[in-house]
């Protein structure tokens, strides 16, 4: 269904800058054949309507499910794991987010300038939670005030 209204816009001659992005190892663990055909009708898509226009394609922070929900390390009966020391962590053990990332990188990167977000959000490999809103999204107020690789996007 998404790359079908991306070609709808992508094929809009007032369109000059398509911007694509998802949470990429999700769909491709859960649903590892409608996201190759997705992949593939991207490629498509860009090849039939990308000539002349910006094509990027934004590649997954670090994420997983369940560790990474903040929510999970308050207790209210424990405090102590309010610290900032607990809101530090290393890379999930989960890497699903990384194969949908690499995979992308390999297939699109011929196609599209693609934007890492993986070692900004998170760098020396730590991932402050404070950031996150969920296990796998962004709060909205740390990306207005760090996601400065969005303005690759925003840029004429």
């Known amino acids: 269904e998404l790359p079908t209204k991306i070609e709808k816009i992508a ?3 007032q369109i000059n800058t398509i911007v694509i992005g998802q949470m990429w190892g999700s769909y491709k663990s859960e649903h590892p054949n409608s996201f190759l055909q997705a992949v593939e009708k991207y490629i498509e898509i860009i ?5 002349g226009k910006k094509i990027i ?3 997954d922070a670090p ?3 369940g560790s ?3 929510k999970n390390r308050l207790n209210r009966f424990n405090t102590n794991t309010l610290k900032n020391t607990g809101f530090l962590v290393d890379y999930p053990t989960n890497d ?3 194969k949908g990332n690499l995979y ?3 297939k699109m990167s011929s196609y599209a300038v693609i934007i890492k977000t993986e070692h900004l959000v ?3 490999k730590k991932c402050n939670l404070m950031n996150y809103k969920d296990d796998d999204h962004l709060r909205s107020s740390y990306v207005k005030a760090n996601a400065f690789w969005i303005d690759e996007i925003l840029e004429k």
């Not at 090849?47 to 000539?51: A, H, I, L």
């Open 11 to 13: 094929s809009m001659s």
């Open 57 to 59: 394609v934004l590649l």
């Open 47 to 51: 090849q039939k309507y990308g000539k």
């Open 68 to 70: 990474y929900d903040l």
């Open 104 to 106: 992308i990188e390999e």
């Open 122 to 124: 998170c760098p020396n």
């Open 96 to 98: 699903d987010w990384l």
């Open 63 to 65: 994420w997983d499910y």
